[in-house]
Nanobody, 127 residues
């Protein structure tokens, strides 16, 4: 059974930084794509960033490109999301996700393509 546990959320002022972590267990982490999604209050869950199993491909949502960086440490079975220049509109619950089965070379952006999810970590950015 795959388990994903997010951490690192919190309250930060606009312009500040946070680093989220997602620790994975229950499978060979290094062979699977990983992704971050978020759900803001009153909105649908949306794609933020993803990283291929090799680390070679890292698609980002346009809203975070240039401010957020996704990375992975396969030795620690952990994926990270470094968030800089945070804005109030980044306020959301952030979820880590992965999928079973064949791993596409470019990780997908669509929520339904992922079938394992963490419990989420709250990020609040004050203005």
């Amino acid at each position: 059974q795959v388990q994903l546990i997010e951490s690192g959320g919190g309250l930060v002022q606009a312009g500040g930084s946070l680093r989220l972590s997602c620790a994975a267990s229950g499978r060979t982490f290094s062979t699977y794509n990983m992704a971050w999604f978020r759900r803001a209050p009153g909105k649908e869950r949306e794609f933020v960033a993803a990283i291929s199993w090799s680390g070679a491909n890292t698609p980002y949502a346009d809203s975070v490109k240039g401010r957020f960086t996704i990375s992975r440490d396969n030795a620690k079975n952990t994926v990270y999301l470094q968030m800089n220049s945070l804005k109030p509109e980044d306020t959301a619950v952030y979820y880590c996700a992965t999928a079973s089965g064949v791993q596409p070379s470019i990780p997908p952006r669509l929520e339904y393509r992922y079938n394992y999810w963490g419990q989420g970590t709250q990020v609040t950015v004050s203005s």
